[in-house]
Nanobody
Framework: QVQLVESGGGLVQPGGSLRLSCAAS????????MSWYRQAPGKERELVAG????????NSAEFVKGRFTISRDNAKNTVYLQMNSLNPDDTAVYYC?????????????WGLGTQVTVSS
């Protein structure tokens, strides 16, 4: 059974940092395209950052470029999102996602999310 478990969220002051973790079981993270999404109250879920399978090429949304970094630890089967210079607009539930195409079938898994609140 596949599980993605996010952790590391919490309350942080503007300008602060958090590191989110997404621990996987039942799949090998390095063979999946991994992404972090977020959803703020009343808004659509949006892509924050992603890392490809294999070589682990990364990319991030313009609104977090230079502040957030996605990374992967294959030995721990865990993906991280380092978030720096947080501001109140970053307040949201952050979700981990794993995707892989198996011929014509898309394997698409989500975690339950972790709340990040940026407030003074």
């Amino acid at each position: 059974q596949v599980q993605l478990v996010e952790s590391g969220g919490g309350l942080v002051q503007p300008g602060g940092s958090l590191r989110l973790s997404c621990a996987a079981s039942g799949l090998t993270l390095s063979t999946y395209a991994m992404s972090w999404y977020r959803q703020a109250p009343g808004k659509e879920r949006e892509l924050v950052a992603g890392i490809t399978s294999g070589a682990g090429t990364t990319n991030s949304a313009e609104f977090v470029k230079g502040r957030f970094t996605i990374s992967r630890d294959n030995a721990k089967n865990t993906v991280y999102l380092q978030m720096n210079s947080l501001n109140p607009d970053d307040t949201a539930v952050y979700y981990c996602n794993a995707k892989k195409w198996e011929l014509i079938r898309l394997d698409d898994y989500w975690g339950l999310g972790t709340q990040v609140t940026v407030s003074s």
